[in-house]
T-cell receptor, first 116, second 112 residues
């Protein structure tokens, strides 16, 4: 699986958009970008994923650059409840071989703190 | 949240004792996973299951075994617990190999 690089921490004002960057310059053509978050002492929560097109759901938007070497998770209107560690994960795709069966490899993530 | 229940939520036990953690799902998902989370290591996959009675090892499987006799339950067993297995254990489920994984609330296990 490709390695990801995220800033260790970020701050955001409540009500503003939070833009969390992720670099994955060694991503392969069949690898997906996944975003999860973990609020203190809870299990990780799935946010969104994509291959090469931008994606949007009720929680967030995912913007993937054309060369796929980086992406940005956007929380359009951050709230205090969005304070969490955010993980960007690049995941092996189907047909890549091995028996990973969709293993998720979590790095250190970005600690997002939303301020009042 | 997805219908995932982990039990127990907290457990303290002594070195050398057997311990079984249970993950129960009500989503009828095929794939189930056990992870452990430790400071400085993030989440690491212990074992996973891709169907009833179909399981395989993850990256940190030594000292752990699993069983899946029915779709809804995935058990993680520490045959003889050691202090290095003190951790927070998370179960996850997915309805397809590349699908999003949904996590339970975790079991905090302390081995004294």
């Amino acid at each position: 699986d490709a390695k990801t690089t995220q800033p260790p921490s970020m701050d955001c004002a409540e009500g503003r958009a939070a833009n969390l960057p992720c670099n994955h310059s060694t991503i392969s053509g069949n690898e997906y970008v996944y975003w999860y978050r973990q609020i203190h002492s809870q299990g990780p929560q799935y946010i969104i994923h994509g291959l090469k097109n931008n994606e949007t759901n009720e929680m967030a938007s995912l913007i993937i650059t054309e060369d796929r070497k980086s992406s940005t998770l956007i929380l359009p209107h951050a709230t205090l409840r969005d304070t969490a560690v955010y993980y960007c994960i690049v995941r092996v795709g189907r047909g890549a071989g091995g028996t990973s069966y969709g293993k998720l490899t979590f790095g250190q993530g970005t600690i997002l703190t939303v301020h009042p | 949240d997805a219908g995932i229940t982990q039990s127990p939520r907290h457990k303290v036990t002594e070195t050398g004792t057997p311990v079984t953690l249970r993950c129960h799902q009500t989503e009828n998902h095929r794939y189930m996973y056990w992870y452990r989370q430790d400071p400085g290591h993030g989440l690491r996959l212990i074992h996973y299951s891709y169907g009833v009675k179909d399981t395989d090892k993850g990256e940190v499987s030594d000292g752990y075994s699993v069983s899946r006799s029915k779709t809804e339950d995935f058990l993680l067993t520490l045959e003889s617990a050691t202090s290095s297995q003190t951790s927070v254990y998370f179960c996850a489920i997915s309805d397809r190999d590349l699908g999003p994984q949904h996590f339970g609330d975790g079991t905090r296990l302390s081995i004294l």
